[in-house]
């Protein structure tokens, strides 16, 4: 048996500046739209794919840094945000195998920018939430997801899945 996990995530602004400390990442959930279809003289009726819904992120930060945050929190202007974790794999006797890197890359706006909630003694939590338009997850180096929602990209396991389409419509 072979135990994995994903820990950690820092969160990096245009892929190379760190942006801060954060309590809690909630990456996208990738939701599949489908079209119900009842065919004619049919049995019953059939879903069918027809696309994703809106994609959103969620951020729970310790701290940021201030001057970045302008860029971040401009809600007129998408930033790219990364975010790299480890995924650690262990061997059976429950010792560290193998470290790898999770690097999540999002194309985001944001939707609420939260100014902090403040405990005596603790520090404040500020949460912020993001539209995301374009998510890409790379694991030891190897796109597992790509989405682009504004340039119809639709990648998984490194299946085109909407090539076709997009040489159909001359994108």
Excluded at 14 to 35: D, W
Excluded at 39 to 60: N, Q, R, V, Y
Aim: proline share 4%; charged share 25%; aromatic share 6%.
């Amino acid at each position: 048996m072979r135990l994995e996990e994903i820990r950690e995530g820092v969160v990096y602004i245009n892929g190379a500046t760190y942006f801060g400390m954060t309590e809690e990442v909630k990456l996208p959930e990738i939701q599949f739209r489908t079209t119900e279809r009842k065919p004619t003289g049919g049995l019953g009726s059939l879903e069918l794919p027809s696309g994703i819904d809106k994609m959103e992120a969620e951020i729970t930060w310790k701290s940021y840094d201030r001057l970045l945050s302008s860029t971040a929190f401009n809600p007129r202007r998408a930033t790219p945000l990364q975010v790299r974790s480890v995924k650690r794999t262990f061997d059976a006797g429950g010792g560290v195998e193998r470290e790898v890197s999770v690097v999540t890359h999002l194309t985001v706006l944001p939707k609420s920018v939260g100014l902090g909630s403040h405990k005596g003694g603790e520090a404040a939590e500020l949460s912020s939430k993001f539209a995301v338009h374009a998510v890409k997850q790379v694991v030891d180096g190897e796109t597992l997801l790509e989405i682009d929602v504004i340039n119809q990209v639709f990648k998984m396991g490194g299946e085109d899945l909407l090539s076709t389409v997009r040489q159909i419509l001359g994108t």
